[in-house]
């Protein structure tokens, strides 16, 4: 069984994910996966979808479930490297404490590369170029740059990496 690809209307399998000739992603974004950790696991379920567009609201909850999920990392590392030296275990607290870093270390790598795929999907809404993200690299100023351009609305019309996000923006008002 095949379906018609809406961008360049290709035959296509059933179950791809996006269209073989022209890139559209087919993942949509359901109502209730637009919670906060929803949207976190979407992104982690899209970390290989670099060609079509996430809205604001997306980006934002997965950038907030993200630092929730690393100021508890740092909370945990803190409470328990506090505990080994209130108890005088300092062994203790050291371990934990490098157990927990090497976590958290982990968990950055793991992450960065659906964080990486949600950014450039978030400038293609706005129909930016991945080439954006280097704006990251000028001192001081650049991430703050780059958390402004990701405030940017995106288009409000079909552009160059796919169709408008929907039955997501209008939950901002909600």
Known sequence: MSKTCPSCESEVESNAKSCIHCGQSFITTRAEDIRLFGSFRDALNRFTDFNSRTSRLVYWRFFFANLIIVFGF?????????????????????????????????????????????????????????????????????????????????????????????????????
């Open 74 to 174: 740092l909370a945990i590392g803190i409470v328990v490297a506090m505990l080994g030296f209130l108890f005088e275990i300092p062994i203790l607290a050291a371990s934990v404490s490098m157990l927990w870093v090497m976590f958290s270390i982990a968990y950055s790598i793991v992450i960065s590369l659906p964080l990486l795929a949600i950014s450039i999907r978030r400038l293609h809404d706005q129909d930016r170029p991945a080439w954006y993200l280097l704006v990251n690299l000028i001192p001081w100023m650049g991430p703050f740059i780059f958390l402004l351009l990701m405030m940017i609305p995106g288009t409000d019309y079909d552009n160059r990496y796919g169709p408008v996000p929907h039955n997501e923006e209008h939950l901002w008002n909600t």
